[in-house]
């Protein structure tokens, strides 16, 4: 468990609750990681932190904020480099909207190889055959459970992108799922025009990154997003969200993308039961209007997650 700072820690102690409402026993390992750790000591992680977490199944995080620090390495990109967290799940899901994006979290534009300069800098851009070819293998077994894949790509441009698409085309032939392919500012409009047209994206890292938040806003609001970051053996949880520090310590923060990234989790453990219950409870409570204001409702935190454990008890 890493809560994290700014809102984090007030997410996952709803999303904690709601665990425990759902019965889940689980043996939790505390760390403390992010600004508040940095404020301390100088370094948001360390190397202990890491071989600890690897010994851990998987990670639950609420949110970090980045500390001004121009050295600062972000620690999630650490996590996800360490435990070879390739696969970023992030479902989104509304009354009438069904979709995931599934985004490479590895190479890309945050391959960390860069050069900084007063006058000029620069950013290398890897795409990998083995990089592309896991996270299309990662798409494909959701989309065929489902109806269907976009490649999202910018191939016309980026010359690196034509292997990304190549490979995804072939393992998606491959695997017999019916696929199409999509220009990312294509997808990015229709995203918000005929976001009913979706059901699985697979793209590279930063459109991910990007198409991610625009979906959530497509959604109704980042608050309600969860994400598994999976890798072969590992995986680690989180809200979608940042740390939000215009909201924190006021208790409106809206702890659903929590409260679905530990049904993910509970999922990813083998706990199909429960993680169904969960994401049940969560639908009821927020069809009964049980909602914060970031969706222009006026419950608290706690209320949220006082209705979806409510729910969860009275099965
Ligand atoms: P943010 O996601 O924290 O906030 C963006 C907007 O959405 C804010 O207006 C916030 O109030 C609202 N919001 C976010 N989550 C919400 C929730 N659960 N309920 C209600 N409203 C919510 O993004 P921002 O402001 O760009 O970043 C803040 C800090 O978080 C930065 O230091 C950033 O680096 C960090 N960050 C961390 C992430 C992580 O730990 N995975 C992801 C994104 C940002
Ligand atoms: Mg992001």
Redesign the pocket.
Known sequence: MIA?D???PE?VESALEVLRAAGASLDLVHFEIGLGRWKRTGEAMDEDDLEEISGCDCIL??????PPDPNYRSV?LRLRRALDLYANIRPFQSHDLDFIIVRENTEGLYSGVEEVGVEESRTLRVITRRGSERIAEAACDLAARRRRLTIIHKSNVLRSDRLFLQTCREVAERRGILYEDMLVDAAAYNLVTNPQRFDVLVTTNLFGDILSDEAAGVIG???LCASANLGKSRALF??????????AGKG????V??IRSAAMMMRWLGELEAAGRMEEAVKKALSAGVR???LGGRCSTSEVTGAVTGYLMAE
Do not use: K, M, R
Request: without cysteine; glycine residues 20%; charged residues 10%.
């Open positions: 994290g700014g809102i984090g997410v995080l609420g949110a970090i904020t980045t999630l609001s980042l608050g989180e809200p979608i969200h940042g740390s939000a520090p215009d909201i409106i923060a809206n702890p993308g929590a914060t204001p970031d």
